[in-house]
């Protein structure tokens, strides 16, 4: 039952932003293996960097930092340039 702020009292099953541990950082996995340059033929390593629907993954989601995110974005462009890579998923 709430209270007179509408809140729910202690021992309910609210997962409040008082519950939840704050999320664990990322971390970029190119600085972590010290990768410097990203191969547009290396198609394994891009899918991963790719949604279902062919869009490329945001930072945020992937956990890259900002210069491998730039570089893992203009990987996927030329390799969907080269062929490579679908633009988009039907």
């Known amino acids: ?19 939840r541990r ?3 950082k990322k971390v970029c996995r190119f600085c972590a293996a010290k990768i410097g340059t990203i191969d547009i ?18 930072r945020r989601t992937s956990g890259n930092c900002a210069r491998h995110q730039r570089a893992v974005t203009r990987g996927i462009r ?3 340039h080269a062929a490579l890579l679908p633009y988009s998923v039907v």
């Open 78 to 80: 030329r390799a969907r």
């Open 41 to 58: 033929r290396d198609i394994g390593l891009l899918k991963g960097f790719l949604s279902e629907r062919g869009r490329i993954v945001s």
């Open 1 to 19: 039952m709430p209270d007179e702020r509408g809140r729910r009292e202690e021992g309910g099953r609210g997962y409040g932003r008082r519950d």
């Open 22 to 24: 704050p999320p664990r």
